[in-house]
């Protein structure tokens, strides 16, 4: 408990609104140390730096300290309607329910608790086809991603929406990625569904939303059956120490989204620009104008992927979505993207997040530069390519 206690003291110095504005004028990096995290411990064990913001980000110290009541005293089940123990436990749930609605310009009533984006992707595409094709023949449904977990393009959604709504066509969208991270309002944006996930803006796992619409009124029907808890969609009793997490993230969320935007950043084009100023032939994958900043997605030619992740072994680092990384297939991402196979097998996600210091990310250049010459080194192919040899003219023999 005391260490809870430091962390939270030394946090509360570092963000106060005033701080943060400090702050953000000198772009002082935050230290995980300072935040809270263990990084004494972290560098004493030589743990690898973490560089995978997309697959799930650390959970923030204070994100905890809201949790912690919830997981000892205050353990009451927030439908308990006849003691303080239910009373105290549904409070916390509607202000994290507020909490939510608010980071995303929403109405409390249209959050619905479930156990992340997965679930609510579920719930909002499997549901509504059935729905739009039993009630409303004419109707169907758009669903996309705001923002791709694997190359961090952002979608154009406000004018999606706009289609969508003029079409009266219903407009989900997978927000995993974005909420938290960029603005996203779902009345500028006339999105009517919209799934969140607690684990990807420094929340817990096993919790997240769905944003459900109730003007003009989107009508879904429960996946699971039960006690009938959040409005009959998703039964079930609400974990409240989870919710309380995801509540405290979003809070947080709202009110550094802006700071945080600029230093991930800052440490986005620190990263590009120190690895592209020194190694040649490398392809960002994905649009240079819109994107997410903390998804990097670099391609390495003439260098296999998983043979640079295994060099990198001190950064803990991914090939790209964690859903496919089980498969040696190219990403079906960078596939549809028109990349060429030996390019898509070369890519490399660095997701760069609240807590990376400048100091990793110059760690992370150093490495990548070393280690991608070293490779290049041993590679007949770019020995072919250094003495000017266009690898697409050879006519390769086939045994
Ligand atoms: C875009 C996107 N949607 C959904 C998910 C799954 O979210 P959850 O783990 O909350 O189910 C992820 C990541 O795992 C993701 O990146």
Not at 201 to 217: C, F, Q, S, T
Not at 341 to 362: L, P, Y
Not at 365 to 381: A, F, G, I, N, T
């Amino acid at each position: 408990m005391s260490l809870l206690r430091r962390t939270h003291r030394k946090f509360t110095s570092v963000t106060t609104p005033d701080q943060a504005a400090v702050t953000t004028h000198t772009l002082v990096t935050p230290s995980p140390e300072s935040l809270g995290f263990e990084e004494t411990s972290v560098k004493k064990v030589h743990r690898p730096i973490y560089l995978d913001m997309q697959a799930t980000t650390p959970l923030d110290p204070r994100v905890l300290d809201a949790m912690l009541p919830y997981l000892t005293q205050q353990y009451g089940n927030p439908h308990s309607r006849t003691h303080a123990y239910g009373w105290e436990a549904e409070k916390a749930v509607e202000k994290a329910r507020a909490h939510v609605a608010e980071l995303i310009g929403a109405d409390p009533k249209e959050i619905i608790f479930t156990s992340g984006a997965t679930e609510s992707n579920n719930i909002s595409v499997k549901d509504l086809n059935t729905f739009a094709e039993s009630i409303r023949p004419d109707t169907s449904l758009v669903s996309i991603m705001t923002v791709n977990n694997e190359i961090g393009v952002t979608q154009p959604v406000e004018e999606i929406g706009r289609i969508c709504r003029s079409k009266k066509i219903f407009f989900h969208t997978d927000a995993a990625q974005a909420v938290g991270k960029i603005p996203m309002d779902v009345n500028k944006m006339n999105i009517d569904l919209m799934s969140i996930s607690g684990h990807k803006v420094y929340g817990p796992k096993g919790i997240g939303a769905l944003y459900v619409r109730r003007k003009p009124r989107v009508r879904l029907e429960a996946l699971q059956s039960g006690g009938g808890q959040e409005r009959g969609l998703r039964s079930g009793t609400v974990p409240t120490p989870l919710v309380v997490g995801l509540g405290e993230a979003c809070r947080i969320a709202k009110e550094e989204m802006q700071y945080d935007s600029m230093r991930v950043k800052k440490l986005s084009l620190r990263l590009i620009d120190g690895i592209m100023s020194r190694v040649q032939h490398i392809v960002r994958n994905g649009d240079p104008n819109a994107n997410y900043p903390g998804c990097v997605n670099l391609s390495f030619a003439y260098i296999e992927g998983e043979s640079l992740l295994m060099a990198l072994k001190d950064i803990a680092l991914s090939s790209g979505s964690a859903c496919t990384s089980a498969s040696l297939e190219p990403s079906y991402v960078l596939r549809a993207l028109g990349t060429e196979d030996d390019m898509a097998h070369s890519s490399i996600r660095f997701g760069i997040g609240r807590f990376t210091t400048e100091q990793e990310i110059d760690f992370v250049v150093e490495r990548v530069v070393q280690h991608v010459d070293k490779l290049r080194e041993m590679s007949p192919l770019w020995e072919m390519v250094q003495e000017g040899i266009d690898l697409k003219s050879i006519q390769w023999s086939q045994h």
